[in-house]
């Protein structure tokens, strides 16, 4: 798939081939939501409100940071939420039954994303395959917990949803405007139509839309984390930037901002990093994201550092949201 990825923001020969099973997808990801909302097949309802942050396409868009800040607003407003989601390439087990994940696990057991949410140490965070069954274990182990939010599986519609939340990468948008294959839709951009609110992470956000950025000005020595320094710290460094993320220019971006310059390196996203990875002997320092960063802990030096990025949304997103789950 990945070798398809830059065939995906563009037009190409190669097309010709992609758009028949292009079309095919299409039919199928159709019939299957028609069946969903026709009854045929069924969705698991639970208990408690369940809110799904999503997008509509393959790739990092900023999912996770965005879940992060509508746990945060739960909590401020009095709320209980659990997280759940399924653990990208935490175990080649897939059938292991639901389990939580706590700030201490390693990434291989229950994937980076997860990780990182269980090391802010908001709100309780499980995954698994199954989200109902997820879900369902969660509300067992924490009875406290009021509301759901899923990190991601917007497609997975077994999981009955009050609230659906799209997010979209305001630089990269919708790519070539195809689906799977020949473009990074997993569904068609009319779909849009039927969610509760659209999320636009960069670039420019049109009116119903709420616009999204990430901010974080603050580095972390991965070796020793109660060091931490601002961005002025790294003036007259040779900086090595690397990413493993969904769109790893969104990344170097950020630096740039901050004022540092760096030479980059970017890895697929979810790359399983190893030693050698970031070996950069010229190199004064190595910035990496929080994602990353869970997945170097075991071989991290005093040249690593993280930046730690927060969502900023506008409150208006989070009165929508808490007026929907309110009774």
Same mark, same amino acid.
């Given at each position: 798939?990945?070798?398809?990825? $830059? $065939?995906?923001?563009?037009?190409?020969?190669?097309?010709?081939?992609?758009?028949?099973?292009?079309?095919?997808?299409?039919?199928?990801?159709?019939?299957?939501?028609?069946?969903?909302?026709?009854?045929?097949?069924?969705?698991?309802?639970?208990?408690?409100? /369940?809110?799904?942050?999503?997008?509509?396409?393959?790739?990092?868009?900023?999912?996770?940071? &965005?879940?992060?800040? @509508?746990?945060?607003? *739960?909590? =401020?407003? #009095?709320?209980?939420?659990?997280?759940?989601?399924?653990?990208?390439?935490?175990?080649?087990?897939?059938?292991?039954?639901?389990?939580?994940?706590?700030?201490?696990?390693?990434?291989?057991?229950? #994937?980076? %994303?997860?990780?990182? @949410?269980?090391?802010?140490?908001?709100?309780?965070?499980?995954?698994?395959? =199954?989200?109902?069954? /997820?879900?369902?274990?969660?509300?067992?182990?924490?009875?406290?917990?009021?509301?759901?939010?899923?990190?991601?599986?917007?497609?997975?519609?077994?999981?009955?949803?009050?609230?659906?939340? /799209?997010?979209?990468?305001?630089?990269?948008?919708?790519? !070539?405007? @195809?689906?799977?294959?020949?473009?990074?839709?997993?569904?068609?951009?009319?779909? *849009?139509?039927?969610?509760?609110?659209?999320?636009? !992470?960069?670039?420019?956000?049109?009116?119903?839309?709420?616009?999204?950025?990430?901010? #974080?000005?603050?580095?972390?020595?991965?070796? !020793?984390?109660?060091? /931490?320094?601002?961005?002025?710290?790294?003036?007259?460094?040779?900086?090595?930037?690397?990413?493993?993320?969904?769109?790893?220019?969104?990344?170097?971006? $950020?630096?740039?901002?901050?004022? &540092?310059?760096?030479?980059?390196?970017?890895?697929? =996203?979810?790359?399983?990093?190893?030693?050698? +990875?970031?070996?950069?002997?010229?190199?004064?320092?190595? *910035?990496?994201?929080?994602? +990353?960063?869970?997945?170097?802990?075991?071989?991290?030096? %005093?040249?690593?550092?993280? &930046?730690?990025?927060?969502?900023?949304?506008?409150?208006?997103?989070?009165?929508?949201?808490?007026?929907?789950?309110?009774?």
């Amino acid at each position: 798939m990945e070798r398809l990825q $830059h $065939h995906w923001y563009r037009l190409s020969p190669l097309h010709l081939l992609l758009y028949p099973a292009s079309l095919i997808f299409r039919a199928l990801v159709a019939i299957r939501r028609l069946l969903y909302r026709r009854g045929a097949l069924a969705s698991v309802k639970l208990p408690v409100p /369940v809110i799904v942050v999503g997008n509509i396409s393959v790739g990092g868009t900023g999912k996770t940071p &965005l879940t992060l800040w @509508m746990a945060q607003q *739960l909590i =401020d407003d #009095g709320w209980h939420p659990g997280i759940i989601s399924r653990g990208y390439r935490s175990s080649k087990n897939e059938s292991r039954p639901p389990q939580s994940v706590e700030a201490d696990d390693s990434p291989d057991k229950v #994937g980076d %994303e997860p990780l990182l @949410m269980a090391q802010r140490k908001l709100c309780p965070v499980w995954i698994g395959r =199954d989200r109902p069954s /997820v879900a369902s274990a969660l509300l067992l182990a924490h009875p406290e917990c009021d509301v759901i939010l899923s990190d991601d599986g917007l497609q997975h519609y077994r999981l009955h949803r009050d609230i659906e939340i /799209v997010v979209i990468d305001g630089t990269r948008r919708f790519g !070539n405007g @195809m689906l799977l294959p020949a473009g990074p839709l997993r569904e068609p951009t009319s779909r *849009l139509q039927n969610v509760d609110a659209i999320v636009v !992470n960069g670039g420019d956000a049109q009116p119903p839309e709420f616009a999204m950025r990430l901010q #974080g000005t603050r580095f972390h020595n991965l070796l !020793n984390p109660e060091i /931490v320094v601002s961005a002025g710290e790294f003036a007259g460094q040779r900086l090595q930037a690397v990413a493993g993320i969904g769109h790893p220019q969104r990344f170097f971006d $950020h630096l740039h901002e901050l004022g &540092l310059s760096c030479s980059t390196k970017a890895f697929s =996203d979810h790359h399983e990093f190893i030693p050698s +990875d970031l070996d950069f002997d010229e190199a004064d320092a190595i *910035l990496m994201t929080e994602k +990353d960063a869970v997945k170097c802990v075991a071989f991290a030096t %005093e040249k690593h550092w993280v &930046l730690r990025v927060d969502a900023q949304v506008s409150p208006a997103l989070a009165q929508l949201i808490i007026k929907k789950v309110t009774p």
